[in-house]
């Protein structure tokens, strides 16, 4: 393959992975932690809503670990549709952009 082959191989698979990730923006993602908290994310980790079970509300602590835990979640799980992302697209070979 010639370097103008390879250079153009490189660009349609950053157009597809620019594509694909202006996708996985969109997707909203969601976690709940023991019916007690559900979070809803973008793809982008724009946090769109945060549900808490009313009959939760009396132990303070437990609600706030359950976000955090249930944000962690959801970001990890983002994390991993973008790397199965760019996996797809580049076959695992790295762009270097």
Do not use: H, P, W, Y
């Not at 019916?35 to 549900?51: A, E, H, P, R």
């Not at 808490?52 to 303070?60: H, P, T």
Request: charged share 35%.
């Amino acid at each position: 393959m010639n370097m103008q082959q390879l250079m153009a191989q490189a660009q349609k698979m950053q157009r597809e992975l620019s594509k694909a990730k202006a996708q996985l923006a969109e997707q909203e993602f969601s976690v709940n932690k023991a019916g007690v908290v559900t979070v809803t994310v973008k793809g982008d980790k724009t946090i769109l809503k945060i549900d808490i079970d009313k009959d939760a509300l009396e132990d303070k602590e437990m609600v706030e670990e359950m976000i955090v835990m249930a944000l962690n979640e959801v970001f990890d799980k983002i994390d991993d549709a973008n790397d199965a992302i760019e996996e797809k697209v580049t076959g695992g070979r790295t762009l270097g952009f």
